[in-house]
């Protein structure tokens, strides 16, 4: 009986030290960036659309405005294609801000990313300007451009 019960425990023990992968805390280079910063919103998207399966997750950091401007598209490629002018196999993005103030506290920001990676091979770099609003507590993306 005293086997049985110590075996649960041991068992229970192993099941609660399994918890969920941690939540992604921070973005950029160093990883430094907190969720209330723009710069965040925006890698975040980006990060969604070149290393998720699907749009859901670029689409919940969109304004309506973008929402349907991805959801026309369907596909992370067709949206990286069609949208974006931009097509990447693998890709690193690095944020640079426009303003020198504290974006966490404007209503709007323009945020200029950096993009670094490789399609078929050959090694790319290019930059987007992108435009988010704050919504609440959350920023969005309204408008991606070229510099």
Request: charged share 25%.
């Amino acid at each position: 009986m005293l086997r049985n019960v110590s075996f649960l425990l041991i068992v229970a023990m192993l099941f609660g030290a399994c918890d969920k992968t941690p939540s992604k805390q921070g973005g950029g280079k160093f990883g430094m960036l907190d969720k209330g910063n723009p710069e965040f919103a925006a890698i975040e998207f980006f990060d969604h659309i070149y290393h998720s399966k699907g749009i859901d997750g670029a689409i919940s950091l969109s304004t309506p405005k973008m929402e349907r401007l991805l959801r026309s598209y369907h596909t992370n490629k067709g949206v990286q294609k069609h949208v974006l002018n931009m097509r990447f196999d693998r890709v690193t993005i690095q944020p640079r801000s426009r303003s020198a103030g504290r974006n966490e506290f404007a209503k709007d920001a323009e945020i200029s990313l950096f993009f670094e990676g490789e399609l078929d091979g050959e090694v790319l770099k290019d930059m987007r300007l992108v435009q988010l609003i704050k919504v609440g507590k959350d920023w969005k993306v309204d408008v991606v451009s070229l510099n």
